[in-house]
């Protein structure tokens, strides 16, 4: 039982390149989450799917676009990296039955945009 | 619209000393309100939910709905207690607002020896 797995891990983009994190979890969870992580700025919610078949704009969505696969997986996609794109990033998921459902989190994906 | 904000990005505390992580929010409804931790080289974690009232390693929270407040307390810091903690806020109801839960900017506790 793996829980939230995100890749890749690590990765270095040239400004304009454009990259897709993936992100699984097999928790059978319905919602799935996408955040950044910026010293002082805290978690940023970017996108995130309640459930299959759905997704919405969390608070900083420009730039991103994301794709509810499968109830499994839920990707993010930079079309053109900018500098302020580099960040760390978090992938989540929780059941979504309820919105008090404890929310998993993946190890993170350290984007840097030079 | 829902928001969290932690006013302190660094605290600073000895070993023994009580702890308060504040956490202040703003929702329209009635929100449910959670303590995420990330240790050292760890995942981030669910500490506590406020719905369950419980005390998880010696850290409480007690929801005040009149002053919009979340406030994380332990009464003796302990050195492994050293992490990063995020208050975070789920909204109620349907429409847009099902199933986002929002973080605040998070705050590094530090507790020295």
């Known amino acids: 039982n793996a829980g939230v797995t995100q890749t890749p891990k690590f990765q270095v983009l040239k400004t304009g390149q454009s990259m897709t994190l993936q992100c699984a979890q097999d928790m059978n969870h319905n919602s799935m989450y996408w955040y950044r992580q910026d010293p002082g700025m805290g978690l940023r919610l970017i996108y995130y799917s309640a459930s299959e078949g759905t997704t919405d704009k969390g608070e900083v969505p420009n730039g991103y676009n994301v794709s509810r696969l499968n109830k499994r997986e839920f990707s993010l996609r930079l079309e053109s990296a900018a500098p302020s794109q580099t960040s760390v990033y978090f992938c989540?998921?929780?059941?979504?039955?309820?919105?008090?459902?404890?929310?998993?989190f993946g190890e993170g994906s350290r984007l840097t945009v030079l | 619209a829902q928001r969290v904000t932690q006013p302190e990005k660094l605290l600073s505390v000895f070993k023994g000393a009580p702890v308060e992580l504040k956490c202040n929010y703003s929702y329209s409804g009635s929100p449910e309100l959670f303590w995420y931790v990330q240790y050292s080289r760890q995942r981030l974690q669910l500490l506590l939910r406020h719905i369950s009232r419980e005390s998880i390693k010696g850290f409480t929270a007690d929801l005040n709905k009149g002053e919009t407040s979340f406030h994380l307390k332990k009464p003796f810091a302990q050195e492994e207690d050293s992490a990063m903690y995020y208050c975070a806020l789920s909204g109620q109801g349907g429409g847009t607002s099902y199933g986002k839960l929002t973080f605040g900017q998070g705050t590094i506790l530090t507790v020295h020896p």
């Open positions: 989540a998921s929780r059941l979504g039955t309820a919105n008090t459902g404890e929310l998993f």
